[in-house]
């Protein structure tokens, strides 16, 4: 664990004093965080508390009422689509559903892309598609197939597959395990890890699924009514008494999921 404030340029994203509202409902209230460089952060929370909006906000999805985001130390809020374009060619996202085009094969969601934002040739185009998959764990087949001829863990892979297209320094994932079996979600948890670790990747998520906060995040905020109400690793989260993270932590499914992260870490080879 790092001593100490990060320094100023080891801050992928800031976000200062953002403030949500939809109508007379508070989403977010002054709300302050920071994911550093290289490491996997998630955001958590009860349904309704503003976790995926406020990725919507940092994507430039959806704009704040009030506030400061800053990515790559640049202010995001109020940028125009145009303005918006260099800094998004520096990040993937993988939304809950995949939001794959379903008429296109895999190769071709992947492909897209750098057809559209690269100048490479196709021939290269396809090398470069193979290696993506090959990166998510799928098999070189599943290029070939459409979205409705996949289960929903290679889904979710070839999502992440066309996510990295482009060599992103900076991965937002929605909910990357939803839906899935516990099989499926495991491979999803150790595949976000190693392609951390492989490509030098910030990963900014969200997320309900507890096994995967224990097994690859770093550091987790724990946001509630409005507000962060907790930063810090699974450990240090655990050890807090606010209600709201001791619901989160202390129920069954997070005494079940702690014990596992525990077993796992005691068996692992040192």
Same mark, same amino acid.
Request: proline letters at 5%; a negative charge; hydrophobic letters at 45%.
């Given at each position: 664990m790092r001593s100490g404030p990060p320094a100023a340029n080891d801050l992928v994203v800031e976000i200062a004093g953002l403030n949500t509202r939809f109508g007379e409902a508070v989403v977010h209230e002054n709300v302050d965080l920071s994911v550093r460089r290289g490491e996997v952060f998630a955001l958590v929370g009860g349904s309704g508390c503003g976790k995926s909006t406020l990725l919507r906000e940092?994507?430039?999805?959806?704009?704040?009422?009030?506030?400061?985001?800053?990515?790559?130390?640049?202010?995001?809020?109020? &940028?125009?689509?145009?303005?918006?374009?260099? %800094?998004? !060619?520096?990040?993937?996202? $993988?939304?809950?559903? @995949?939001?794959l085009f379903s008429s296109l094969t895999v190769t071709e969601n992947v492909g897209m892309v750098m057809r559209e934002h690269t100048r490479l040739s196709p021939r290269l185009i396809d090398e470069m598609v193979a290696i993506k998959i090959a990166l998510t764990g799928l098999p070189a087949d599943a290029g070939a197939k459409y979205p409705n001829e996949l289960s929903g863990g290679m889904r979710k892979r070839a999502a992440l597959a066309r996510a990295l297209a482009l060599d992103p320094e900076l991965l937002f994932l929605d909910e990357p395990t939803a839906g899935l079996d516990p099989l499926s979600a495991s491979g999803i948890d150790e595949l976000v890890r190693s392609l951390?670790?492989?490509?030098?990747?910030?990963?900014? &998520?969200?997320?309900?699924?507890?096994?995967? %906060?224990? !097994?690859?995040a770093d550091r $987790?905020?724990?946001? @509630?009514?409005?507000?962060?109400?907790?930063?810090?690793?699974?450990?240090?989260?655990?050890?807090?008494?606010?209600?709201?993270?001791?619901?989160?932590?202390?129920?069954?499914?997070?005494?079940?999921a702690r014990e596992q992260a525990w077993k796992a870490r005691s068996t692992s080879p040192s």
């Open positions: 940092v994507i430039l999805l959806q704009p704040p009422v009030s506030g400061s985001i800053r990515v790559f130390g640049q202010e995001v809020v109020g &940028l125009s689509d145009e303005q918006a374009l260099p %800094l998004r !060619r520096r990040w993937g996202v $993988v939304f809950e559903r @995949g939001a951390r670790d492989a490509l030098g990747l910030t990963i900014m &998520l969200v997320t309900h699924d507890l096994d995967l %906060l224990w !097994r690859a $987790v905020a724990v946001l @509630g009514q409005g507000q962060v109400v907790g930063v810090g690793t699974m450990t240090e989260l655990a050890e807090l008494s606010d209600p709201l993270i001791h619901e989160y932590f202390y129920g069954p499914r997070g005494r079940a």
